[in-house]
């Protein structure tokens, strides 16, 4: 080792800034030699300032745990003792290190001063696919013992057996992923680059021979593609409750599932168009996948869409996995687009390169690890930095310009493995996205197949309008003339004019740095001028930050609009010209590719991916600026904050129906859909027609929720909240914050507060936090709180007295079975907003066919809206809540019935709030 001593070190403090005067009130030392643990010592140390309730419910440190603890001072000695020598490890080590100098410093001994290690720094290095660096999440993913987190004995010991772990993993990497990593990891924050240099002596010394499962190509370790697995049947004439039995764990009989397994099987075999609604418990995944199976069995192909990447992948590795155990006769594939994988040849040259940004580097070192693992090469498996994503766009596929077969990699590439996985299989599973945007290609990805199964099927109209539509952003658009440069950088046109260089041609054409800054300049002025147009054409209301514009021939007739056509159209000229010259200068490099290093090779394809991008940008503003396209709904959207880094253009087609139905819908292949909320009062006129299909296409069936809801559910409105059209905005906020505020104090918290619009989100979340009554809870709030849906959702389950804001996606997808959700609450019925430029276009349509808009569009995607947030209560049969509504429109409207009828029957209790908080007491 390069230090036989480390000290693991973990603290709890008073608040986050040692700063602000926050201090120690527990510290804990482990000391690690000789890849041994060796030593422990721990303490409460009295902080000598009140512990706030937030810290005590999370650490369960109080201030009575503390009393009568030994100040730092006293504990110093022992401290400085333990450090001395030794390499500093902490899971966050920028946290616990400057609180450790504070103290030491006010004690009287110099400052710590030595080499450190961050585990949460050689996590994201070394575990590049796990989805959380919190420490017991990455104690759990190991089957560490960690049975107090927050308590600094119990952490600090865990981040030790971590550490090992970690060491023990970089022993066992090759020695060249190895070497390069050390190279990289000079520019990371910790210094792991001196544990990556000891390691390679100690490695140099004693040469191994690679793992059977690894390759070395090109100075880069793989992992070896191993041979696919053959279609196999096990013989076995099992009949399905059979097969469920033997596949899943604690399987329980379900006449539904059952059910709508036979209806799939007969819809495949008949080639016919069906619709199931499957409540929630019905198990719709494993009632349609293995159908698909014995269909695809029989020598015919299946194609399962999912909604989400998510989804996709969570079949294959749960229910996909669990058939497999019993032989079941299908071979399966995922199929993605092409920029979810890696291109190895861009990476090769992205490694070569001096590039010491530290997302850059860190992202680098990610997908060394990565390469070592992974057998599909997809970005969805890796947990990248917003940064890194940035990275990733660099070195994703986009197919090849130079063609497949000038690629040293294409033995390895992880994209035609995919696509001949895809051919090989007999079930593929993709998603929406990619099977919309497949469906308009000359030539499709996906092979043809004789059956398609549509899961999530609600979503699939809004899919198929995103996917044909068009969106312009101004922070992707400066990042973009950003890769472009000009010829004295080191960048894409000054790569390409070094590469005609190099190559001997004369007379070469070349993008000036004058040039560049008169790009970047068009592209400012263009965003502003359409500031300026969103500034002069909203109606400004107070608390509001974001508006949106929906860009009517009315407002292409104003003066304004003018100024950001010419400002667009001067952009638009000078994007071509720079495409035309790079155009050329790839087309002249093409002729000679022979000539050209395999270094250089990469940096063509990388242009080339660049222009490809670049030619979309033009397409765009094409659309918005130049064609008259009435057929689509256009809008601009921004936040007048942040004006013009917040703007954004979109386009979507309003009549998205014929193509649906031309190509989903009028051939012989059979479509299932699928979904827990088709239905609209049993009905799904209004599904259908959004696909360009009806009931005498398409088979409609519903299989309800087996689930007693009437023991387990109980639905109550507020009687004493007023209607949201009777008081101001604010004061229907501060009256909804105390109704939250006093169940949150019933439900002892585990509850959802779903909203519809981010702006109540964020007034009601501020004001509950500065309520002062909320201090012993955790308050989270999507867009607010850091972190992804599925971020938020884990820390809620996490904590014992934590209350989950919530709006867009957070309405379904989200699983919180058991306990951990107890409350659910609906501030208001799920309405889109009457101005939304997509629903106001819809309104306008079916008023000019004398059809009333709000019975036929808004009501009826509100009702599936409020199904979804409904279902995300009762997860499992065992599962029992309260529903809130807090929109008395349910009750009080001749539509609110609308919504009623469509969730299980349920008795409406109308309650004041006192009687509410009791109940919720009583019931829980």
């Not at 395999?598 to 064609?627: G, Q």
């Not at 909804?736 to 979340?765: C, N, P, W």
Request: overall charge negative; aromatic content about 8%.
């Amino acid at each position: 080792m390069w230090n036989n001593k480390m000290a693991v070190v973990d603290i709890e403090t008073t608040g986050n800034a040692a700063k602000k005067g926050d201090r120690i009130m527990q510290i804990a030392i482990v000391i690690v030699e000789d890849n041994k643990i060796v030593d422990q010592y721990s303490s409460y140390v009295d902080p000598q300032q009140p512990i706030p309730p937030f810290i005590v419910e999370l650490t369960g440190i109080s201030n009575k745990t503390v009393k009568g603890a030994p100040l730092f001072t006293e504990i110093a000695p022992e401290i400085a003792k333990r450090l001395e020598g030794a390499v500093f490890v902490a899971h966050n080590v920028h946290f616990d290190l400057p609180f450790i100098q504070t103290e030491l410093k006010e004690a009287g001994y110099s400052v710590w001063n030595g080499s450190v290690i961050d585990t949460v720094e050689l996590a994201r290095v070394l575990l590049p696919t796990t989805d959380s660096f919190k420490l017991s999440d990455l104690t759990a993913q190991f089957d560490l013992s960690h049975d107090r987190p927050h308590q600094a004995d119990s952490d600090a010991l865990a981040t030790a057996h971590l550490l090992l772990q970690f060491i023990t993993k970089l022993n066992r990497m090759p020695l060249v992923t190895l070497e390069k990593m050390e190279q990289l990891s000079m520019h990371l924050k910790s210094d792991i680059n001196e544990l990556c240099g000891s390691i390679i002596n100690d490695k140099r010394k004693n040469i191994m021979d690679l793992p059977e499962n690894i390759e070395v190509v090109r100075g880069i370790a793989l992992r070896k593609l191993l041979p696919e697995p053959c279609l196999t049947d096990s013989g076995k004439t099992d009949d399905n409750v059979n097969i469920l039995a033997k596949s899943l764990v604690n399987y329980q009989h379900r006449p539904a599932q059952l059910s709508m397994m036979s209806q799939v099987s007969d819809a495949l075999a008949n080639g016919s168009k069906m619709a199931i609604e499957a409540g929630t418990g019905v198990g719709k995944t494993m009632a349609y996948l293995l159908p698909a199976i014995q269909y695809a069995a029989n020598g015919n192909r299946v194609v399962i869409s999912t909604q989400t990447v998510q989804l996709q992948e969570q079949i294959l590795q749960k229910e996909v996995q669990a058939l497999q155990q019993l032989n079941m006769p299908a071979q399966f594939a995922l199929l993605k687009g092409k920029s979810h994988y890696l291109h190895l040849l861009k990476f090769e040259q992205a490694l070569s390169e001096d590039e010491y940004q530290y997302d850059v580097v860190l992202t680098k070192m990610q997908i060394l690890t990565w390469l070592t693992e992974t057998l599909d090469g997809d970005v969805d498996e890796l947990n990248l930095t917003s940064g890194g994503r940035l990275f990733w766009n660099r070195v994703r596929h986009t197919g090849w310009f130079l063609g497949e077969d000038q690629d040293p990699w294409k033995h390895w590439d992880f994209y035609l493995r995919a696509l001949k996985r895809a051919e090989q299989a007999n079930v593929i599973i993709t998603n929406h996205s990619m099977l919309v945007h497949d469906i308009k290609r000359k030539q499709p990805l996906i092979p043809v197949h004789s059956c398609l199964i549509i899961d999530e099927a609600h979503h699939f109209e809004d899919t198929c309008r995103r996917q044909w539509g068009k969106q312009l952003d101004y922070m992707n658009l400066k990042y973009i003339i950003g890769q472009l440069g000009f010829d004295s950088q080191d960048l894409l046109a000054g790569r390409l004019k070094g590469l005609l260089t190099a190559n001997g041609e004369k007379n070469i054409e070349d993008i000036s740095e004058e040039f560049i800054t008169e790009l970047g300049f068009e592209a400012d002025l263009s965003f502003q001028q359409l500031g300026i147009l969103l500034k002069s054409c909203s109606s400004i209301r107070k608390g509001q930050q974001k508006y949106s514009l929906s860009l009517t021939p009315e407002i292409r007739e104003l003066p304004v609009w003018s100024h950001v056509q010419y400002a667009f159209e001067r952009l638009l000229s000078h994007m071509k010209k720079a495409d035309q010259i790079l155009q050329r200068n790839l087309n002249r490099i093409k002729k000679s590719s022979d000539k050209l290093s395999i270094a250089n090779k990469a940096v063509v394809e990388e242009i080339h991916s660049f222009l490809m991008e670049w030619s979309e940008w033009i397409e765009a503003i094409r659309l918005f600026f130049l064609k008259k396209n009435h057929s689509a709904v256009m809008w601009l959207e921004g936040d007048l904050r942040s004006i013009p880094g917040s703007l954004s253009l979109t386009s979507r087609e309003i009549h998205v129906q014929d193509e649906i139905r031309k190509q989903f819908f009028s051939n012989d292949m059979a479509v299932v859909m699928t979904s827990a909320t088709l239905a609209i009062e049993g009905k799904f006129d209004y599904f259908l027609k959004g696909l360009g299909t009806d009931a005498a296409t398409v088979e409609c069936i519903i299989h309800p929720s087996p689930f007693n809801y009437k023991n387990a559910v109980r639905l109550m409105i507020p009687k004493d909240l007023p209607d949201i059209k009777a008081v101001s905005h604010e004061d229907y906020v501060e009256m909804v914050t105390d109704h939250l505020i006093a169940m949150g104090q019933a439900t002892k918290g585990r509850m959802l507060v779903l909203f519809t619009s981010h702006e109540m989100l964020r007034h009601t979340y501020e004001l509950m936090k500065d309520s002062g009554l909320m201090e012993d809870f955790v308050l989270m709030a999507q867009g607010i709180t850091n972190g992804s849906r599925t971020k938020l959702t884990r820390n809620f389950q996490r904590f014992d007295k934590a209350i989950l804001f919530g709006t867009s996606s957070f309405w379904e997808g989200i699983d919180i079975p058991g306990e951990d959700l107890s409350c659910l609450v609906m501030v208001r019925l799920p309405f889109s907003p009457p101005d939304e430029p997509l629903t106001k276009a819809l309104w306008e349509e079916v008023k000019e066919k004398g059809g009333n808009p709000f019975m036929e569009t808004s009501l009826p995607k509100a009702v599936i809206r409020f199904r979804q947030g409904f279902g995300r209560l009762i997860r499992h049969e065992q599962d029992r809540g309260l529903i809130v509504v807090f929109d008395r429109r349910l009750i009080t409207t001749a539509y609110g019935n609308h919504f009623l009828s469509s969730i299980p029957a349920l008795p409406v209790e109308e309650r004041g709030l006192e009687s509410i908080v009791e109940e919720i007491e009583h019931w829980l």
